[in-house]
């Protein structure tokens, strides 16, 4: 399909140009870190008696808090102990609630109270409130909030039939519990994207559609479609011939930014979402994909061709000639994918082809301090910032034998350490987003 070419025109291995990468200063993988807070958990003090089913709730609560603090083991040293040593000291008070248990926690630090909070954990909500607590005792010792209580959403192949492939959006936990599957099209689900307010999911599909003709005709077209999580419906919201496809929301969530070939190029557009406005961003001759934008919508980081093979550059896409303030920024591997601003707009994560594989870096935002993030860890591509900007989830890809392979979803800190698996015998996984 000619309409396809022009999207995987930019992520084609066959590349065969050369690239002289002399005077590229690449970081080694997993750079120093600041030294650790000290955290203990105490042992619960438990009010009155608990029988066997409120016991196991709150060994419940107590295993998923723990273990929700040790993805943030580059900031904090955790234990757990009757110590009362550790310069932050979390208490737990406890007492039976029906069929599960009150929890009352309180935040010490070098003996001052930071502050109480409480959750009642029973039935279906325990893991719920389970991260509901945690994060409550992270705020009160970071005054910010945590990734314990937000969801991934991505792309899985697992309900493919044969050689029918089946590629249909999910969500789960961010820790990779609860597997939910959003799509039953039946078909190609690309590039899903998460509106700021968290309700909407935009991503392209693969979708055949009749010509009006005589002959009727049936062509595949990737329109972008739109998923209401509060009504559970799918609206259209581009069907324009060819590719609709790529699309980042801006910071205010009432446009979009994505790429369309309806002029025979690639070029990414603006689309006001109530109007269906559309305003011509990129007017170059190469092929330009895959955008994202700062908060301040004042930088969009996108990938093009105009030097030969895909890079990132950033621009301003609100000025008034867009391809003078055109910046390329990426300057390592035969050619890059998936480039990624951080929430605070400050660095860029990306995937580069390199030592005939894909592994993850980072630079900051005006192309310097290169960091190389992924090294023999298999094929790493995908990334996507927590919405904090402490962690990347990303693919990884295994190759097994010569006809099998894996594609999972890991997660990562901002500085290369890879902390675990998120899926696991779920088909090959793409795209993950984070959402909550």
Not at 33 to 51: E, H, Y
Not at 330 to 344: T, W
């Amino acid at each position: 399909m000619k309409f396809l070419f022009s999207l995987v025109l930019l992520f084609s291995l066959s590349s065969a140009w050369a690239q002289n990468e002399a005077a590229v200063s690449v970081i080694a993988v997993g750079e120093a870190l600041d030294a650790k807070d000290q955290l203990t958990f105490a042992q619960p003090r438990i009010s009155g008696s608990l029988n066997a089913g409120q016991q196991k709730v709150l060994e419940e609560v107590l295993s998923l808090i723990k273990n929700d603090f040790a993805f943030y083991k580059h900031r904090f040293e955790i234990g757990t102990t009757d110590s009362t040593s550790g310069y932050y000291m979390v208490n737990f008070t406890v007492s039976g609630s029906g069929p599960g248990v009150e929890i009352s926690t309180e935040v010490m630090k070098a003996g001052k109270s930071l502050g109480k909070d409480s959750v009642s954990a029973q039935g279906t909500k325990v893991r719920d409130e389970g991260h509901k607590l945690a994060d409550a005792i992270y705020r009160r010792i970071t005054g910010k909030g945590s990734i314990f209580r937000e969801k991934i959403v991505f792309v899985s192949d697992r309900s493919t039939m044969g050689k029918d492939t089946r590629k249909e959006l999910y969500i789960m936990d961010f820790d990779g519990r609860r597997v939910e599957r959003l799509t039953f099209f039946n078909s190609t689900v690309i590039s899903p994207a998460i509106s700021p307010d968290n309700r909407f999911i935009i991503f392209s599909l693969i979708q055949s559609h009749m010509t009006g003709d005589r002959k009727g005709k049936e062509n595949k077209n990737i329109d972008l479609k739109i998923y209401d999580r509060e009504t559970r419906k799918f609206s259209t919201v581009s069907g324009h011939p060819g590719v609709n496809s790529g699309a980042a929301y801006s910071a205010s969530g009432k446009s979009i930014y994505f790429t369309l070939t309806t002029s025979g190029n690639a070029d990414i557009y603006e689309m006001d979402l109530a109007s269906k406005k559309l305003r011509k961003v990129t007017t170059h001759y190469a092929e330009d994909v895959d955008p994202t934008v700062t908060a301040d919508g004042n930088s969009m980081s996108f990938l093009s061709s105009r030097a030969g093979r895909a890079h990132i550059y950033i621009m301003n896409p609100n000025g008034p000639d867009n391809d003078k303030n055109v910046r390329r920024v990426s300057f390592v591997g035969q050619f890059n994918a998936s480039p990624r601003y951080s929430p605070d707009g400050r660095s860029i994560v990306f995937t580069s082809w390199v030592d005939n594989g894909f592994d993850l870096y980072r630079i900051d935002a005006q192309g310097n301090n290169l960091a190389r993030l992924t090294k023999n860890f298999g094929s790493n591509e995908e990334p996507w910032w927590s919405p904090d900007g402490e962690f990347v989830i990303f693919t990884s890809q295994r190759v097994l034998s010569r006809t099998k392979a894996i594609q999972d979803i890991y997660i990562m800190n901002r500085d290369g350490e890879v902390l675990g698996q998120l899926t696991q015998d779920f088909g090959r996984t793409f795209t993950p987003r984070w959402t909550n």
